[in-house]
C-alpha cells in the first residue's frame, strides 16, 4: 500500500463571532470544519467536492497552516503541523504550496512576474542572484510560459497565463504536496483543459500529491484517483473516483451525481433527478446528529439524535451514514444514475 504523506485527524477549524465595539466578546462560532478525518497517499490526488461554503477551501488552507485549526491534528511525514510553532513550521512550508482560485487576485499587480515566481526561492534562501533569474525562466518554461515575458506585470498576461504563473509560483520550492484551491474555475472551459493536463503532467514529472477542491464533478472524476464528499464542515463520503460515480452510498453524493448532466439526451431522459429540498444549515448553528438529516429523503429518528460515524462500509469507501447500520432501510439506487455515469 502507498504510505500516507498527510494524515488529517479530528480537524476542526471554528470562526468565532464577536460582539460589541469596546467590550468585544465572542457570542458564537462558524463551524467551517468539524471533525475530519482522512489521509491523503504520496503520489495520489483527493478531489474534494461539495456545495459552495460546505469548508473545502477553508480545509486546504487548514491542513497547510494558513489558518491554524481551531483543534486537531494534522500530520506531514510523521510530524504534527498544529504544534508547531511559526519558526519551527517555516523549513516545512516549501513542501506545502497552494495554488489560489483566482488568477487574479491572488498576484501582486505591483510585482513582475519573475519576482513573484522568485520570491519563494529568496524567503527560503534557496537562491540568490542569477541563479534566481535562471530558475524563473526554467520554471516559466516548464509550465508553458515564454521567459522572455520574465519582466512583465500580470496585468499584461490572460486568466489562462495567470494561473499558470501561480502554479510555476507553487512549484518555484520543490514541494511534496500542493493544495488546488478550485484552479480552473475561473476559468474558461477551452483553457480548463490545458491546466488540468498541465497539473498532470507536473504531477508525473515530479511526483506530486494533490488536494484538487473543485464543484465541477466531471474534472474531479477526470483528474482524482479518489473523492472526498463535503457537506456542512464534514465528509460524508469518500472512495475512489469509479465507485463515487458508480455506486454512491451517501444520499447526498447521490444527489450530486445525479446533477451531472449526460451528453447522451437518451440516457439524459430515462434517469431520474434528485432534487433536495430546503437549504443549507447555517454553519453557526448546525442541526443535531446527521448534519445532512434535514434535507434528506431518507432520514429517520436515528439520524436526528446520533452524529454517524465516518467508517469503511467497503473496502476503500468510507461514508457516513446510519443507513449502513439499517439494512432494511437502505433505499435502492435511483434508477438510471448508475447507468448514466458509468
Known amino acids: 500500500m502507498t504510505e500516507a504523506l498527510i494524515r488529517i485527524e479530528n480537524l476542526k477549524m471554528h470562526f468565532p463571532i464577536y460582539k460589541g465595539t469596546l467590550a468585544r466578546r465572542e457570542v458564537s462560532r462558524v463551524k467551517a470544519v468539524d471533525g475530519l478525518n482522512f489521509e491523503i497517499l504520496k503520489g495520489e490526488t483527493l478531489g ?8 473545502k ?16 491534528k494534522v500530520s506531514f511525514e510523521g510530524r504534527d503541523l498544529c504544534k508547531l510553532s511559526p519558526r519551527e513550521l517555516h523549513p516545512l512550508r516549501r513542501n506545502l504550496q497552494m495554488i489560489f482560485q483566482d488568477p487574479y487576485g491572488s498576484l501582486n499587480p505591483r510585482m513582475t512576474v519573475g519576482d513573484i515566481i522568485g520570491e519563494p526561492l529568496r524567503v527560503h ?16 518554461d516548464i509550465v508553458g510560459l ?7 506585470y500580470p496585468h499584461e498576461f490572460s486568466g489562462g497565463q495567470r494561473q499558470r504563473i501561480g502554479i510555476a509560483r507553487a512549484l518555484a520550492c520543490k514541494p511534496s ?61 469518500m472512495a475512489n473516483g469509479k465507485d463515487i460515480y458508480e455506486k454512491p452510498l451517501h444520499p447526498y453524493t ?40 434535514t434535507r434528506c429523503p431518507f432520514a429517520f429518528d436515528r439520524c436526528r439524535r446520533d452524529v454517524p460515524e465516518f467508517k469503511e462500509a467497503e473496502p476503500g469507501h468510507f461514508v457516513a451514514c446510519h443507513l449502513m447500520d439499517e439494512p432494511k432501510r ?3 439506487d435511483v434508477p438510471g444514475v448508475a447507468a448514466a455515469v458509468g
Open 57 to 72: 477551501s477553508t480545509t486546504g488552507r487548514a491542513i497547510i497552516q494558513l489558518y491554524r485549526p481551531t483543534e486537531g
Open 330 to 332: 437502505v433505499a435502492d
Open 177 to 237: 504536496f500542493i493544495v488546488c484551491d478550485e484552479p480552473i474555475s475561473a476559468l474558461d472551459v477551452s483553457i480548463q483543459a490545458q491546466i488540468i493536463n498541465l497539473m498532470e503532467d507536473l504531477q508525473r514529472e515530479f511526483n506530486l500529491t494533490y488536494l484538487f477542491i473543485a464543484h465541477d464533478l466531471a474534472a474531479v472524476r477526470h483528474i482524482s484517483d479518489r473523492i472526498a464528499v463535503m457537506y456542512l464542515g464534514k465528509v460524508a463520503e
Open 125 to 140: 534562501n534557496l537562491a540568490a542572484g542569477r541563479d534566481v533569474q535562471r530558475r524563473v525562466q526554467e520554471l516559466m
Open 146 to 152: 515564454d521567459p522572455r515575458y520574465v519582466r512583465r
Open 254 to 293: 447521490k444527489a450530486l451525481i445525479s446533477a451531472v448532466p449526460i451528453p447522451d439526451p437518451e440516457i439524459e431522459l430515462q434517469r431520474e433527478r434528485i432534487v433536495l429540498t430546503g437549504d443549507v444549515p447555517s454553519p453557526i448553528n448546525p442541526p443535531p446528529g446527521c448534519v445532512f438529516h
Open 48 to 55: 474534494l467536492v461539495g456545495e459552495s461554503g460546505c469548508g
